[in-house]
């Protein structure tokens, strides 16, 4: 297995130098992504690919399920990172239909860490209850769970320390929430985007 992953990417840099023999030598000068992406571990669901970008254009931290853990230093770390120093201005929490970290939480446990990590969408669960029960079954009721766990994302992103220092100094940063569709590989908009000022006003309305 790991020989035959070699040599795919023996073919791939070959045919990547063939097409463009400079791209390496700029890729490996500079980082310089306009994206920040906050999305789920699932193997199905790699950043770059499905939003049709090259290695270089998107930052990328991925967990189970794309929770926004307001503990979280890996994350924080790496959104830090992505604002102060990348100068990224873009932030995308993208969550997917058919999320097995979604159903897991959905399901009693145990599960082992994943149940202590799942939480924040279990809490989800229940402040949703009645907006839940009213979709047509389980595979709806996890996939409008997944919507909710993005837009909650966005919330908890915007209300770093990070985002609020940077937005206060007057860095137009804009965080917004997407989710992807297995089965047809299309990214869809929550239309639950934040920006400077905007997250203040909801807060205070």
């Given at each position: 297995?790991?020989?035959?992953?070699?040599?795919?990417?023996?073919?791939?840099?070959?045919?990547?130098?063939?097409?463009?023999?400079?791209?390496?030598?700029?890729?490996?000068?500079?980082?310089?992504?306009?994206?920040?992406?906050?999305?789920?571990s699932d193997s199905r669901v790699?950043?770059?690919?499905?939003?049709?970008?090259?290695p270089g254009e998107v930052f990328v931290h991925r967990n189970v399920a794309n929770v926004v853990h307001s503990a979280d230093l890996n994350l924080l770390s790496a959104l830090e990172f992505a604002v102060e120093a990348l100068?990224?201005?873009?932030?995308?929490v993208c969550g997917h239909y058919g999320c097995g970290g979604v159903k897991a939480a959905t399901e009693d446990p145990p599960?082992?860490?994943?149940?202590?990590?799942?939480?924040?969408?279990?809490?989800?669960?229940?402040s949703y209850a009645v907006d839940l029960a009213a979709c047509g079954g389980?595979?709806?009721?996890?996939?409008?769970?997944?919507e909710l766990n993005v837009i909650e994302g966005v919330?908890?992103?915007?209300?770093?320390?990070?985002?609020?220092?940077?937005?206060?100094?007057?860095?137009?940063?804009?965080?917004?929430?997407l989710i992807y569709g297995l089965k047809d590989g299309r990214l869809r908009n929550l239309d639950c985007s934040t920006g400077p000022g905007h997250f203040v006003e909801e807060t205070a309305r």
């Open positions: 297995m790991l020989e035959s992953l070699l040599a795919r990417n023996i073919e791939w840099s070959a045919a990547r130098h063939d097409a463009d023999p400079g791209y390496f030598a700029r890729l490996a000068a500079l980082q310089a992504p306009e994206f920040f992406w906050i999305g789920c790699p950043a770059n690919v499905v939003a049709g970008l090259d100068k990224v201005r873009e932030i995308i599960h082992g860490l994943s149940d202590h990590w799942l939480e924040p969408i279990r809490r989800l669960a229940r389980d595979e709806d009721r996890r996939d409008k769970l997944a919330r908890r992103v915007s209300e770093t320390p990070i985002l609020q220092k940077a937005w206060a100094r007057g860095a137009d940063v804009r965080v917004h929430g």
